[in-house]
Nanobody, 127 residues
Framework: QVQLVESGGGSVQPGGSLRLSCAVS????????ITWFRQSSGKEREGSAS??????????VYDDSVKGRFTISRDNVRNTVTLQMQSLKPEDTAMYYC??????????????????WGRGTQVTVSS
């Protein structure tokens, strides 16, 4: 089993920054990719940023809505994946989830391809 625990959410004004962390534990040897998804009220879960953990490790991809503002990184020693969020906008308000899977090459932003999920951390951007 793989356990994922998110932390770092909170409330911030537009233009502000937050740093989310995903702590990964358990049977982590086979994990190939970890992705941050987000879900706002009335919308489907969408992928924000993803990073490869094994082999070509460190390769990251981003949704266009966050490109240039969010940075995903991993620490394979501490088994954590971090999402640094800057220039936050009200539309970034959502519950943010960390998700893991073994395959690297399937579409990174398809939620159904992930079989390990954290419980989420809330991010609210409001003045």
């Amino acid at each position: 089993q793989v356990q994922l625990v998110e932390s770092g959410g909170g409330s911030v004004q537009p233009g502000g920054s937050l740093r989310l962390s995903c702590a990964v534990s358990g049977d982590t040897d086979g994990i190939g990719r970890i992705t941050w998804f987000r879900q706002s009220s009335g919308k489907e879960r969408e992928g924000s940023a993803s990073i490869i953990i094994k082999s070509r490790s460190g390769v990251a991809v981003y949704d266009d809505s966050v490109k240039g503002r969010f940075t995903i990184s991993r620490d394979n020693v501490r088994n954590t994946v971090t999402l640094q969020m800057q220039s936050l906008k009200p539309e970034d308000t959502a519950m943010y989830y960390c998700a893991a899977r073994f395959p690297i090459d399937a579409a990174w932003n398809t939620a159904d391809t992930y079989n390990h999920w954290g419980r989420g951390t809330q991010v609210t951007v409001s003045s």
